[in-house]
């Protein structure tokens, strides 16, 4: 469904990403772990059309995507659920679910829909978003990330700056839509809840993947090696 | 003194009308723009330059105006505006202040320093008799032009897919654009649709008053303060900030008749001291 290849990418003179390899399976759930400043956020950047790469592809069921603005990548099915939810705080939480269907693109997520697999969030559908707690307004921005009909489902730190009581509320959300045949990436900080959720992993370092394994068999010594660069 | 006191009302209606374009950008947009009071005048010179070239109503002018208007905002965001955004405060302010400068000398230039107005015939005389009160239709027509553009914005910008598109984009344009919103397209409409609307305030301004270069930055004035007595962000506070002005305005003239616009300002002044926030502050800033 996802297949990168040899991606670079830069922050102005700044170089992040250095040949970037990645391929997700159609309905896989990944783990992309990494310290900070491996790469994570400018991956999703280059993916979603935020960061224009200098070289490599990204593309999506077949498509390729490398190079186009957010909102023509957005009508291919790709979503991002951005770090720190940045949800519009003056639009209600129905507005901000609303906003995420302005692509139009066809598929089986709408309102009602989301509403079912969220009823928290149905109970404060009139509510501006900011009255919201952080694991609720969590769940918002998942559910409009889902309102655009992404086939892609890019997560970026869902659990940061949450309770951990939040995050389990977020993560079991999250569970429910394993099966829905949405391919899905991770980005997360937390290594053991980030291999309890996905089906594989892909560890990040100094801007290319140096080590990915299917999560149920993950070595962590392995994978704490290749996290902090040590052999 | 009744009839002073709704003659000021009616009056605040159309400095309302003043601010509903301001109150767009400055509330919705959260994009200053200096020249607002500048494009008034200069829809009120275009509605003139059509008058006298092919002889029709005022009333018949605006839907001319109105779209050209809409045009010029769009170019103006599209070309000018735009390139001052997330870039801090102070851009924004000194390029819609130069631009204010160049617009009247432009209109300088184009259309003399003559005082002009609208002629609106008829209507400008016509009164009907309420009781001992005697109001003008043409006052009574503005207000009931203003609730109905009022009205209109305040549905487009509150529940229109057009209308969350601005809202968003005001809030985050990173993140609008993730969702496919084409927020440089989305602001250039709402820009237009500002301008568009301060056309029909200056034409009904040009019919019962005179105008020339170097009156807009008084309707800006006034534009401002009716925006920030009702408060930010709130379309219908727009409407009763701009009325407010109007009636202390009409209760100074009472007063000593030079008084009417100190007395105004007075009003504002305490407004904003009291409620800083405006009547009707529906959020605050994220």
Not at chain 2, 257 to 275: A, C, K, Q
């Amino acid at each position: 469904m996802i297949s990168i290849t040899d991606l670079r990418a830069a922050y102005g003179p700044l170089p992040v990403l250095f040949g970037l390899d990645l391929n997700v399976a159609r309905g896989e759930t990944l783990a992309l772990i990494g310290a900070n400043g491996a790469g994570k956020t400018t991956t999703f950047a280059v993916m979603t059309g935020r960061l224009k790469p200098q070289a490599g592809s990204v593309s999506v069921a077949g498509r390729d995507i490398a190079g186009l603005t957010p909102m023509d990548i957005v009508s291919h099915g790709l979503a991002l659920v951005p770090e720190g939810r940045q949800l519009f705080p003056s639009l209600t939480v129905e507005e901000n679910l609303v906003v995420g269907a302005h692509s139009r693109r066809a598929g089986a997520w709408h309102l009602e829909r989301v509403y079912e697999i969220f009823p928290t969030v149905a109970e404060f559908r009139k509510r501006p978003s900011t009255a919201l707690s952080g694991g609720q307004q969590q769940l918002v921005a998942i559910g409009r990330a889902l309102m655009s009909n992404p086939e892609v489902l890019l997560c970026d730190e869902l659990s940061l700056g949450l309770s951990p009581a939040a995050v389990d509320v977020v993560y079991s959300a999250l569970q429910k839509l394993r099966g829905a045949g949405l391919t899905t990436v991770i980005v997360e900080q937390d290594i053991a809840r980030a291999l309890a959720f996905s089906d594989r992993f892909a560890c990040m370092r100094h801007g290319r993947i140096v080590l990915s394994g299917s999560s149920t068999a993950a070595d962590r010594t392995e994978i704490s090696n290749a996290y902090f660069g040590m052999r | 003194m009744l009839e002073t006191l709704i003659n000021g009302a009616l009056v605040g209606a159309l400095y309302g009308l003043y601010g509903l374009g301001l109150s767009l950008c400055l509330g919705l947009m959260r994009q200053i723009n200096l020249a607002h009071g500048d494009f008034i005048i200069f829809s009120a010179f275009i509605a003139l330059q059509l008058m006298t070239h092919f002889g029709i109503h005022p009333l018949l002018a605006l839907p001319i105006v109105a779209p050209i208007m809409f045009v010029v905002g769009w170019l103006l965001q599209r070309f000018v505006m735009e390139r001052t955004l997330g870039r801090g405060e102070m851009p924004p302010i000194l390029v819609s202040f130069g631009l204010s400068v160049i617009l009247q000398n432009v209109m300088l230039e184009l259309f003399s320093a003559d005082t002009k107005s609208l002629d609106p015939g008829a209507l400008g005389t016509a009164a009907v008799n309420l009781g001992s009160v005697a109001i003008g239709v043409l006052p009574l027509l503005t207000l009931a032009v203003a609730v109905g553009i009022f009205a209109l914005t305040a549905a487009v910008f509150g529940s229109t897919r057009f209308g969350r598109a601005v809202r968003a984009t005001s809030d985050n344009e990173a993140v609008a654009q993730l969702m496919g919103i084409r927020t440089r397209r989305v602001f250039a409409n709402a820009m237009g649709a500002a301008l568009a609307i301060s056309a029909i305030a200056a034409i009904f301004y040009g019919m019962r008053g005179t105008f020339d270069p170097s009156t807009g930055p008084e309707r800006m004035l006034f534009a401002f303060e009716a925006v920030i007595l009702g408060g930010l962000g709130s379309i219908w506070g727009t409407l009763a900030g701009g009325i407010i002005l109007g009636i202390a305005q009409a209760a100074g003239t009472l007063i000593i008749p030079s008084l009417g616009p100190l007395v105004g300002h007075i009003v504002f002044l305490i407004g904003l001291l009291l409620m800083p926030g405006g009547l009707f502050t529906k959020r605050i800033r994220a």
